[in-house]
DNA sequence: CGGGCGTCCTGTTCGC
DNA sequence: TGCGAACAGGACGCCC
């Protein structure tokens, strides 16, 4: 579920929690998440958080020997907890520190992870990530030269992480509207202009959802447990067979990659 | 080698 | 009401 801006949402929420403080524990209630988290990641324990950044959908934790890599997958979420509560059935981990809070990750789905890699190399999820939409790497011409002989539908490629990261399926479908393309448009049939045009589109939408605290649709919560309000924003993404807003024909409901992908046959063409 | 899709899980919703 | 099937925001990795 979690997108570029839930996860940003979430990491600007537990940020200035955890900065420089040290790691005092690491409980590891389920260690069977989509991979198994390794028992060197209690080596951090004593360490002190250096820095925490995010690459694409990974939240990454620096300490001065490691970085942990956490990635909320489908229905992952994390929350700070001020006082002690017990862990509910989904609470696979939590990071405690100096300051007594505590890091509380929830998965139900466990298509999350969390890992290490060594302060001095690039782990092989990060190695052959795309650019990042909200930086000027990512533009028109950049794109251009990643469409170029592809015949695969344009969504899919936006939504190639190696390609740019970021983009899930909410608002890949919400950008191509924005865009007026038709998802299922070959990516080397674009014109220069619709290539411009969705490059603005993707900045556009993920830095609105961001300003919004990103979108719950069922379960996302930040790191105080609120939900995002972004829901109320989607042009189409969930609204099939309700009206465009732009021209009131009944948006359509296909499948693309086996994912759902809505979209208005009239405006995107 | 690009692209399609199966897969890892649990929870919710929908149709019969 | 109850049950099973279908589906859900990700993305790697296998297969063709």
């Given at each position: 579920m979690p997108e570029l801006p839930e996860v940003e949402t979430t990491l600007r929420g537990i940020a200035p929690h955890i900065?420089?403080?040290?790691?005092?524990q690491i409980i590891i209630r389920?260690?069977?998440?989509?991979w198994l988290i390794p028992k060197t990641i209690k080596q951090n324990e004593g360490e002190t958080v250096l820095k925490i950044k995010r690459r694409g959908k990974y939240i990454l934790i620096s300490t001065s020997s490691d970085t942990l890599i956490i990635h909320l997958g489908m229905s992952g979420r994390m929350q700070i907890i001020t006082n002690e509560k017990p862990a509910a059935k989904h609470d696979h981990f939590d990071i405690i520190f100096s300051n007594k809070k505590i890091l509380r990750y929830t998965d139900p789905r466990r298509f999350g992870a969390l890992l290490t890699s060594h302060a001095n190399s690039t782990h092989a999820l990060l190695k052959n990530l795309g650019v990042e939409p909200l930086t000027n790497d990512f533009n028109a011409y950049y794109l251009a030269q990643h469409l170029?002989?592809?015949?695969?539908?344009i969504k899919t490629v936006i939504m190639n992480s190696k390609i740019v990261?970021?983009?899930g399926n909410i608002y890949a479908c919400e950008a191509l509207h924005i865009a007026r393309i038709n998802p299922t448009m070959p990516a080397k049939k674009l014109s220069s202009l619709q290539i411009n045009e969705l490059v603005k589109a993707i900045k556009f939408i993920l830095k609105k959802a961001i300003k919004a605290g990103g979108t719950t649709l069922k379960d996302f919560r930040d790191s105080e447990g609120k939900p995002g309000y972004f829901i109320q924003k989607l042009q189409v993404y969930g609204r099939e067979g309700l009206p465009c807003y732009e021209c009131e024909t009944t948006l359509t409901l296909i499948r693309i990659a086996n994912r759902s992908t809505v979209f208005c046959s009239s405006c995107q063409k």
């Open positions: 900065l420089k403080q040290q790691i005092t389920q260690p069977k998440l989509r170029k002989n592809k015949s695969t539908n990261v970021g983009v």
